[in-house]
């Protein structure tokens, strides 16, 4: 079932989604296959630490997020990705690797490919392996009010 803070926001804030379950699965290509949702739809969010402070870094699934770009983009002297002991506390009900890119829920700052942006529906990991949310992108953007800076890469 996916985070009962996550429904609840988009319940409060009147936003049109769907959640898809499906099977357990824990990469984002197999979950894009069995939520039968291409993979450039499917948001993969990414815990970096921007000079020591946790952000999220999000992109399509089938891409990659370039530390290098995305130290240029924000000005940050040291940009590294976080590990799982590090951000897990930060992501109460959540299941590890599911978070949602919703970091304002989490007092997280949000940057966002612009690649994702190119779709009117995105779909991500609703804090557990078992469960996406569909949505439109401009819900995302109205709701999370991500940076959206150009970091990917394939």
């Not at 984002?28 to 870094?57: N, R, Y």
């Not at 983009?73 to 990705?81: C, I």
């Not at 590890?96 to 989490?106: D, H």
């Not at 800076?149 to 394939?154: G, T, V």
Request: hydrophobic content about 45%.
């Amino acid at each position: 079932m996916p985070t009962k803070k996550l429904m609840e926001f988009l319940d409060r804030e009147k936003v049109k989604y769907v959640t898809i379950r499906h099977s357990t699965a824990y990469t984002m290509s197999e979950i894009a296959a069995l939520a039968h949702v291409p993979g450039k739809q499917v948001a993969k969010t990414v815990i970096v630490k921007l000079d020591g402070k946790m952000a999220m870094a999000v992109v399509p699934s089938p891409m990659h997020v370039s530390l290098d770009h995305l130290k240029e983009l924000t000005g940050a002297d040291s940009v590294e990705l976080a590990t799982e002991g590090e951000f897990m506390k930060l992501f109460p009900g959540c299941e590890v690797g599911a978070m949602p890119p919703f970091g304002n829920l989490y007092g997280l700052e949000v940057y966002v490919s612009p690649e994702l942006g190119k779709y009117d529906e995105i779909a991500f990991n609703a804090g557990v392996h078992t469960d996406l949310v569909k949505l439109a992108y401009d819900d995302f953007v109205r709701l999370a009010k991500p940076k959206v800076q150009d970091f990917a890469c394939a």
